[in-house]
């Protein structure tokens, strides 16, 4: 997986460089209720919005088993999955000097190896987590100061704008957890199938 300091690390310079440096990135608590069914626009203040990325998936398991057979071709289970979805929730608060602070936090849904069963997160690349967190600049600029956007759909045109050369197998629904808590865009792929919009900027 990708470690949360990696995000963090580009979560800062890229709010900052977008001028938002009020806003501060932190880990979901693993006690938030995250079934979508659940969740109202607004609970407690939080606005939560889903995005959906691509990641690698590596499976340690697999990986140590196969070092403990002493296999002369060590044989990695790793796929590449375009359904990754990480759930964000935002809230921007006062302080009690009159500032305004921004929290935002994450969490990144596991996905299940097909060969053993055990979950791990995936692995976002750079450019990735860059791109999910232009998205998220969007989605802030839009939910929390009002700023007007044609359309957001960055997520569809990210996931199709380059080729992929390493191993896809169709989503296992069943061996995701952003699918059982209703997030993952897998479920909702029929309807967005003829609806790929462009993003345009009107005003900010
Ligand atoms: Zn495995
Ligand atoms: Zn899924």
Not at 44 to 69: D, E, P, T, V, Y
Not at 70 to 94: C, G, M, Q
Not at 182 to 197: A, D, H, I, M, V
């Amino acid at each position: 997986m990708t470690s949360f300091h990696i995000f963090k690390s580009i979560f800062n310079s890229s709010f900052e460089f977008y001028g938002l440096s009020e806003w501060l990135l932190e880990i979901m608590p693993d006690n938030v209720d995250i079934n979508r069914c659940k969740i109202n626009r607004s609970h407690h203040g939080w606005i939560f919005r889903r995005h959906n990325a691509r990641s690698k998936f590596i499976c340690m398991n697999c990986m140590k088993s196969q070092i403990q057979l002493h296999k002369e071709k060590l044989k990695i289970n790793t796929w590449t999955s375009v359904y990754t979805t990480i759930l964000f929730r935002a809230r921007l608060d006062k302080s009690f000097n009159g500032q305004n602070i921004g929290r935002i936090q994450m969490r990144i849904f596991e996905q299940g190896c097909h060969t053993c069963n055990i979950y791990s997160i995936g692995i976002l690349d750079e450019n990735e987590i860059k791109r999910t967190f232009y998205w998220l600049y969007i989605w802030i600029l839009e939910t929390f100061y009002n700023v007007k956007f044609i359309d957001n759909e960055l997520e569809d045109i990210c996931i199709q704008s380059k080729g992929y050369n390493r191993r896809q197998l169709p989503h296992d629904s069943s061996r995701c957890d952003g699918c059982r808590a209703g997030w993952c865009k897998y479920l909702y792929r029929c309807k967005n199938k003829n609806s790929l919009k462009r993003h345009t900027v009107m005003s900010i």
